[in-house]
């Protein structure tokens, strides 16, 4: 079948078979660049699910920061609907008084911020046009634009359990306003996704802890894991030599969850390194680094942010251990995969590492306490014959077990599952 863009709408492949599933992929995010957690885990599940599914992809696209990897739509979808829109950049005034005109909403500010008038329409558009056998919601918090009487099931796409994220940074807050705060939000959220749970027919988590806990927590009707995966050939151990004592942390340091991690790292657990290690250093690789943390690292010459890169491997490939210090978060961490990759001995909390089915001293040097994560990396960066040890065992591990093909497939069982007619393609 020939598909031909209507109004809005760009053609992205032809060749979508009348036999395929028809689904309407809403992101409140164009995938590409694929520069976030959640990007990255939607990009190349797009790219995989593609291939077997007649996708519409309906996402916002930010001009002119989005328009050099628009080219590159054909593969994740069938037919893509644009929606212009412009991002508040995170930190700026302009944000923080958004904040405050909505934190006395019913909704969490994270949601409040998604509705889009524009995008709730062009899904309604969509609806309307044409006939889809399932609609998937990419995150929980753009399905603020799904409005009632959608003719077909819908399946949200967790990448995280949001409300438990918003507790744990009600846990660490370090003043009376901000535990406030985070208390608000967790409150709502939890409410928003118990709701949204219920009203949907199926949610899909990134682990089976996750998958649990919407269904008993939070009372969703069906429910679906899909593993964390990686692209090993992508991330695959270097042969360049690595800088005497450097430490690398991946990720996008515009999330708050990422600053408190290295905000922490720097402060408690550094100082005991390089306690023992005086060449130890700290490569900080990631987009977005805020005023305040650059200002808190300015004057720190053992630490290195990056800002933006547009490949995170050769940081990597110089380092010798990888850390993974986070306090807050949810979900399943995509960096600590990449990491194991590559062969990089990976120290985390448990926090990094929860919901992934790795071992504690295997695959990865598990670590609570600062004291704790300090002695681990103290001695990975002592002891080569360890580290080489721990990194080639984590590297056999991802290479046999999370790849992106593997991870599309339980996704798409989960569509087989719900969808209102039957596929017949083979997988």
């Known amino acids: 079948m020939i598909v031909r863009p209507l109004d809005g ?76 829109w412009q991002e508040v950049a995170k930190g700026s005034p302009r944000f923080y008084a958004q904040v405050l005109r909505r934190v006395a909403s019913r909704y969490p500010v994270s949601v409040a911020n998604d509705y889009s008038p524009p995008l709730a329409e062009r899904i309604r558009a969509c609806l309307a046009r044409d006939r889809y056998d399932l609609l998937v919601c990419d995150f929980v ?23 438990m994220i918003f507790e744990r940074h009600a846990r660490t807050a370090g003043s009376a306003p901000l535990r406030w705060f985070w208390r608000s939000q967790w409150r709502k959220m939890e409410r928003f996704e118990r709701e949204a749970c219920r009203r949907f027919a199926g949610v899909v988590a990134v682990s089976e802890a996750d998958r649990a806990l919407f269904g008993e927590r939070f009372g969703a009707r069906r429910t679906f894991a899909i593993p964390t995966a990686v692209d090993a050939q992508y ?59 650059s200002r808190r690292l300015a004057e720190r010459p053992d630490v290195i942010v990056t800002g933006r890169v547009d490949d995170v491997r050769p940081h990597m490939e110089s380092a010798d251990v990888f850390v993974i210090p986070l306090r807050i978060g949810g979900g399943t961490r995509i960096k600590a995969y990449e990491a194991m990759a590559m062969a990089k001995p990976v120290v985390s909390t448990p926090v990094g590492i929860e919901g ?72």
Not at 55 to 67: A, C, G, Q, W, Y
Not at 141 to 163: K, Y
């Open 235 to 293: 991330f695959r151990p270097g042969t360049g030599p690595t800088v005497d004592g450097r430490l690398v942390f991946t990720g996008s340091m515009d999330w708050l969850p990422n600053e408190d991690a290295i905000l922490y790292f720097v402060d408690e657990i550094l100082p005991r390194v390089a306690a023992r290690v005086p060449t130890v250093s700290l490569a900080v690789v990631g987009r977005r680094p805020s005023p305040r943390l």
């Open 141 to 163: 918090q753009p399905s603020v634009n799904l409005g009632a009487g959608i003719d077909c099931p819908v399946l949200l796409f967790q990448h995280n359990v949001e409300s």
């Open 9 to 84: 709408a760009v053609s992205a492949r032809a060749g979508s078979g009348s036999d395929r599933l028809r689904v309407l992929f809403v992101a409140k995010r164009f995938p590409y660049p694929a520069d976030t957690g959640g990007k990255i885990r939607t990009a190349r599940l797009l790219e995989q699910l593609s291939r077997r599914l007649d996708i519409t992809l309906v996402s916002n696209v930010e001009h002119p920061k989005d328009d050099p990897y628009l080219s590159e739509v054909g593969k994740l979808c069938a037919r893509f609907e644009p929606v212009s």
């Open 356 to 427: 992934l089915p790795v071992r504690d001293g295997e695959h990865f040097v598990l670590a609570e306490r600062a004291d704790d994560f300090a002695g681990a990396v103290v001695r990975l960066l002592q002891e080569p014959g360890y580290r080489h040890h721990l990194g080639q065992a984590a590297r056999r591990f991802v290479e046999s077990s999370c790849s992106w093909s593997s991870a599309a497939t339980a996704f798409m069982d989960a569509c087989r599952a719900l969808a209102r007619t039957p596929i017949t393609t083979t997988r």
